[in-house]
């Protein structure tokens, strides 16, 4: 998944990138090299990925593909939709606040509308999760954000004040998410979320 640190040049921009780490699921999900694509694990789990360094409105290629993708996104087949992207919409860290305003503005409501559970950032050198929110409101049909980007670089430690969609942040953080191979058949417990600042999370 491209993000600023990918941009070698700024003639060729993630030239080497995309060379050195070709992206089968870009192709088999008709995404766009590293930038946007989809896999699934099968009874489990639709992950879809996001560029937040191109164009995203509503008019982009990123969007329509983002539009497709999700159409043909099968609950019943795949319980969870997890979303990735490398800056975060949701963040209080005072290091990179709301960078990406209008890719959240313009496609949060399709998280919204297809039911995105749970949405994974990094960018932040730190650690933060949120309820499940959308448009800045807790509320039962939203997604839940974490940004996880303590690893490798000095952290970024200044919070701003805790926003009511806040649940929890720090800085270095080791992280794992398992899901259920049995999704389907599993009434409880079917995703897991684990880091070293919090109990374990099961949806």
Known sequence: MAGDNEKDSSTYPYINFNARYPNAASNASGGYLNFWYSWRVEGVAHFFALSTESSYGNTSEQYAWLVRDL???????????????????YNSNQKHSNEVLDMKIAMEPLFK??????????????????HAVYDWNVTSNGSVYVHVGSGGASLHTSW????????????????????????RACKTEKFEFATTHEPTRRW
């Open 160 to 183: 701003y004040s805790q926003p009511s969609w806040y649940v929890r942040c720090a800085g270095l953080s080791a992280t794992h998410i398992r899901a259920c191979a049995c999704a």
């Open 113 to 130: 509308r297809y039911g995105v559970n749970f949405v994974i950032a990094g960018h932040v050198h730190g650690y933060e999760r949120t």
């Open 71 to 89: 159409d043909s996104f099968n609950r019943t087949e795949t319980p969870w939709l997890v979303g990735i992207m490398h800056r975060p919409w």
